[in-house]
């Protein structure tokens, strides 16, 4: 049988079959739906365009399911010291279980099961879905890491990702959360006396403008 597709020499007549140009069509209306080619779900948002992904080496001990956490501390794949072209042309990091506080806005969620000791795809910075611990619903627009804690993130009012939807009320929920998008973190020691310095001084001048306004 004729294949449907090949190649026209030169000086040849094109004369296309209604088969072949239709398959031409079709090649051209993918190309520009782009990645989204598919049906069902994933025809709505490939994942992949939604968020950055890196290569993770999963160091914490056990294997590690799809939409797990893992902290980023301990660094990359390649220390630049060592191997320098493999620091600059591959850019890995290893994970391991988060450690609060070092882990508070470096982590992954990851893309895909991960074997111990094995190189797989974290989610490190856009949309990605993931188990959310909340418990206070009042105070759940952001979300971060927790220490020692690998199958969620925890909620809250400050962390570094934005929560954009969650099933609601309390306690462990899935959620679409935006990695990289959140509030300042909690504050070093030194940066809390400094704050607390600030507030106080505030606080005093507030007292003594309202007392000079109202002193009889």
């Not at 882990?103 to 895909?112: N, Y």
Request: with cysteine; proline share 6%.
């Amino acid at each position: 049988m004729t294949a449907t597709l090949r190649h026209v020499q030169v000086n040849e007549p094109f004369r296309p079959t209604a088969r072949v140009w239709n398959a031409f069509v079709d090649a051209a209306l993918a190309f520009r739906r782009g990645p989204a080619v598919g049906h069902g779900a994933e025809a709505l948002a490939p994942a992949r365009m939604l968020h950055l992904r890196l290569p993770v080496k999963n160091n914490s001990g056990y294997d590690r399911d799809r939409f797990d956490v893992l902290g980023l501390s301990t660094g990359p794949l390649f220390d630049p010291a060592t191997a320098l072209d493999g620091f600059k042309n591959a850019l890995a990091l290893i994970g391991d279980e988060p450690d609060e506080p070092v882990d508070i806005g470096r982590f992954c969620v990851l893309a895909e099961p991960i074997a111990d000791g094995t190189i797989g795809w974290g989610i490190v910075a856009g949309l990605a879905p993931v188990l959310l611990d909340v418990e206070d619903e009042d105070a759940a627009e952001y979300a971060d890491c927790a220490d020692g804690i690998t199958g969620y993130l925890a909620a809250g009012a400050t962390g570094s990702a934005r929560v954009l939807w969650r099933a609601g009320g309390e306690g462990q929920q899935w959620a679409y959360v935006l990695l990289g998008a959140g509030l300042p973190l909690v504050p070093s020691d030194t940066e809390y006396h400094v704050l607390q310095t600030q507030a106080a001084g505030e606080v005093l001048r507030v007292v003594w403008d309202f007392a000079r306004l109202h002193d009889d």
